[in-house]
């Protein structure tokens, strides 16, 4: 009797009626007994030769686009650290670079081979400087950047957190380094003015760096490391510090510098006064300093043009691969000769 009892309970609960659900209680029901309707796209060898080939289509034509688009930014690089150094010092350079009695005045000339519409963005390029080093990205305070003197935790900023008991504002070796060199520009006689406003992300003046916050104690100490601050300037208004702090992810970078607002002509010579501040020497570094336009997609970088001719050309291979395979060895659509299963009945 007891299991009569059982199996009628058991059938009888198994017959009762599937209660109505609805809203979020549907959905959670249907995805608990796994009924959610769901795309099953069946991968037939049409659809994947036509997708590969599809694809190869697309993106050869956008990747010599970008390829076009990016060689018809001009540009202009010229290395200076070498030849700015005095010949009574080129086997001796770090003690040209941190004698502060030798002038470290320089005089440039840049052609310009083609016309260059302004804006003409002014860069200037390290080459074996390593910002993305982990002690190196980790020193700095962005509380103290956006609070100043009140925010004194900058444990994170050693070694360059007080000087002579002091703090330091902005505290950290990346604003320790800051790169001090200077240029101007003249075409002729006439000197071309050089736009040094708005040069860095307006969300980092805007949230980054405080209004109020002042340099403070800053380069007091017996090791300069780069470039001074104006301590009557907030270090939202500082904008080369700013450039500088948002730290490059390779060792060869290139930094805003300003803009030139006048178009360049073809086969100007512009001449670059520069002063060949920062030290480089140490480290086996390198610096350059860059002319360039832009276009819609920035500056000159064939990298994209040349990942999407890559990709693209790739596609179209394993495309026609698959459609040799398919041709020689056509496989039938839903033939269960191919299930798993069957092959030992196949094979024997």
Known sequence: MEVDARVTSVVGTDNLPTPVLRGRSKAIHQFTQQTLPACKPVLTPAWVIGTFFLMGVVFIPVGLISLHVSQSVSEIVDRYDVDCVPDTFKNNKIAYIKNASISKGC??????????????????????????????VKSRSDSQLLNGLGYNKTSSCEPQAYENGLPIVPCG??????????????????????ERKNISWKSDRD????KNVFPFNFQNGSLIGGGKLDTTIPLSDQEDLIVWMRTAAFPSFRKL?????EDLEEDDIIVVHLMNNYNTYSFGGTKMIVLSTSSWLGGRNSFLGVAYIFVGSCSILIALVFLLLHVKNPRPYGDTLYVSGSRKDISS
Do not use: C
């Not at 000339?109 to 804006?119: D, E, S, W």
């Not at 949230?207 to 405080?210: A, E, S, W």
């Not at 510098?257 to 607002?261: A, C, K, L, P, Q």
């Open 107 to 136: 005089h440039r000339y840049l052609k310009v081979h083609k016309h260059m519409k302004a804006p003409i963005y002014i860069y200037y390029q390290l080459d074996n400087f390593y910002q993305n080093h982990r002690r190196y």
């Open 173 to 194: 070796l990346i604003a320790w380094s800051l790169f001090n060199d200077t240029f101007s520009f003249s075409r002729g006689t006439k000197k071309l003015q050089i």
């Open 207 to 210: 949230h980054k760096f405080g």
């Open 257 to 261: 510098y300003g803009r030139i607002e």
